[in-house]
């Protein structure tokens, strides 16, 4: 059967984070805090703070075990429900969370030959959508339309926005749906052996491990379980999976 659909990991893949990412974690966390406090919240600054980072790497390490989305919304609701503040209009903490993510979204840098590929790829007569594991929907929009590859995609989907994250079957078989494509027709792209390989073999999909940013992760264990059918150090080298394509 013609493999004519890619589906694209975000980060790391299309992507790349060029920074500290405790440092930026924490300068998130209070422009986060300062962004509440504008509204009017009284909130002490590294209370706030580290309820905030104990609440949210928690609901990070359930989510690698149940697959299940919370959002960063709803770890903010929860932990403002422990300080006792009144009611927050959801416009608020919405604002609030626009704030911090815009702190990391700075750092994220498109690949040099993402837009090339995709371009070559959608020439060949591809059709291409993303799968983005995050906590917040509106974060993965913005990162998409940052990087300027909305125009290739016929969808991006976020764990946020869905519900699920990879490996979840559910989430790869929504994303199959938009084309009705059959499993074999696609191949999903991105850096996670645990994510992106496993979750597309679930579903009967091809596999393709870009290993540029991560090879450090990952043992040669690791990737002999995950048996991931490409293994790639460049986004161009995919352009040998279409048919006719003269690039290796």
């Not at 406090?37 to 609440?55: R, Y």
Request: hydrophobic share 45%; glycine share 6%.
């Amino acid at each position: 059967m013609t493999l004519k659909c890619f589906l694209f990991d975000l980060g790391s893949t299309l992507i790349y984070f060029d920074s500290h990412w405790e440092d930026t974690l924490h300068k998130a966390r209070q422009a986060l805090w300062s962004g509440l406090v504008n509204q009017g919240l009284e909130l002490p600054e590294i209370d706030f703070i580290n309820a905030f980072s104990s609440v949210q790497k928690a609901y990070w390490k359930q989510r690698d075990i149940d697959l299940i989305e919370k959002t960063t919304y709803s770890v903010l609701s929860e932990v403002l429900a422990d300080f006792d503040t009144e009611e927050v209009q959801e416009s608020v903490l919405r604002d609030a969370l626009a704030e911090m993510y815009t702190v990391s979204q700075a750092y994220w840098l498109v690949e040099a030959d993402t837009v090339d590929t995709l371009k070559a790829l959608q020439q060949h007569g591809c059709r291409m959508g993303l799968i983005s594991n995050a906590g917040d929907d509106m974060d993965v929009q913005l990162l998409v339309d940052k990087a300027g590859v909305r125009p290739y995609m016929d969808f991006i989907i976020s764990s946020a926005g869905f519900g699920k994250r990879k490996p979840s079957p559910e989430i790869f078989t929504h994303a199959l749906s938009f084309w009705d494509a059959a499993p074999e027709e696609a191949v999903m792209v991105g850096d996670r052996l645990e994510a992106d390989v496993l979750g597309a073999h679930k579903v009967g999909m091809m596999s393709v491990w870009i290993s540029r940013r991560v090879k450090g992760n990952y043992t040669a264990e690791d990737i002999k379980h995950y048996a991931p059918e490409l293994c790639v150090d460049s986004l161009g080298e995919l352009l040998a999976l279409v048919d006719g394509s003269e690039e290796a």
